[in-house]
């Protein structure tokens, strides 16, 4: 079974800081890959950064990285810098490329960024 | 302007009465998903298509119909539509079935009530 956790309910950040939002993940499958989203209470959905299983480099996107860690099965969203827009809602999501095309997402962690 | 397209954006209906919700894509795109999102259980995939005339459950299949008859309409069909399923629909879609070419990008959404 493929699965998806986010343990933070909710975060706080002070603008300007660095915040890690926290993904684990399970499967058995060698070939994944890994996706951050973005919700902001406007409700759309907003593709922020891709992981591989195979990349060797840790992805980045701006102010966005991936924080890779495959033996533990976690991939953190560091978000550097915050600003006010950040605030929103952020999911985790998987898919394994050999056991499926089914794509699993996390509950989600809500991130407040506080001027 | 490449895009996914959902309509209708808010629906209300009554326990019974069949109701489709369309979604269109403008990139020419292998895979095409619905999701549901609902309150502290982030998303979950009620069906995909990996191309015309393949569709496969997901993880929450029940009470949901769909079909792929042409590359860029993936309609979701709700034959009888019950008050649990009042929720927000997200329609998905994404270049094909590799690497970063599994990159989703999202339709607004659909927020629906079943009284």
């Known amino acids: 079974a493929q699965k998806i956790t986010q343990t933070q309910p909710g975060m706080f950040v002070q603008e300007k800081e660095a915040v890690t939002l926290d993904c684990t993940y399970d499967?058995?499958?060698?070939?994944?890959?890994l996706f951050w989203y973005k919700q902001p209470s406007s409700g759309e959905m907003i593709f922020l950064i891709y992981?591989?299983?195979?990349?060797?480099q840790n992805a980045t996107e701006g102010r966005y990285s991936l924080n890779f860690q495959k033996a533990r099965k976690s991939a953190n969203l560091v978000i550097s810098a915050s600003q006010l827009g950040d605030s929103a809602m952020y999911f985790c999501?998987?898919?394994?490329?050999?056991?499926?095309?089914?794509?699993?997402f996390g509950t989600g962690t809500s991130l407040t960024v506080i001027p | 302007e490449a895009q996914v397209t959902q309509n209708p954006r808010y629906l209300i209906t009554v326990t019974g009465k069949k109701l489709t919700v369309t979604c269109s894509q403008n990139?020419?795109?292998?895979?095409m998903s619905w999701y549901r999102q609902d309150p502290g259980l982030g998303l979950r995939q009620i069906y995909y298509?990996?191309?015309?005339?393949?569709?496969d459950k997901g993880d929450v299949p029940e009470g949901y119909k769909v079909s792929r008859k042409e590359k860029r309409n993936f309609p979701l069909i709700l034959e009888s539509p019950s008050p649990n399923q009042t929720s927000l629909y997200f329609c998905?879609?994404?270049?094909?079935?590799?690497?970063?070419?599994?990159?989703?990008?999202f339709g607004a959404g659909t927020r629906l009530s079943v009284l």
């Open positions: 998905a879609s994404s270049l094909g079935a590799t690497g970063a070419k599994n990159i989703q990008y």
């Open positions: 499967t058995s499958d060698p070939s994944y890959g």
């Open positions: 999501a998987m898919r394994g490329m050999n056991t499926g095309n089914q794509f699993y």
């Open positions: 992981q591989g299983s195979y990349d060797q």
């Open positions: 990139m020419n795109h292998e895979y």
């Open positions: 298509s990996m191309n015309v005339e393949v569709t």
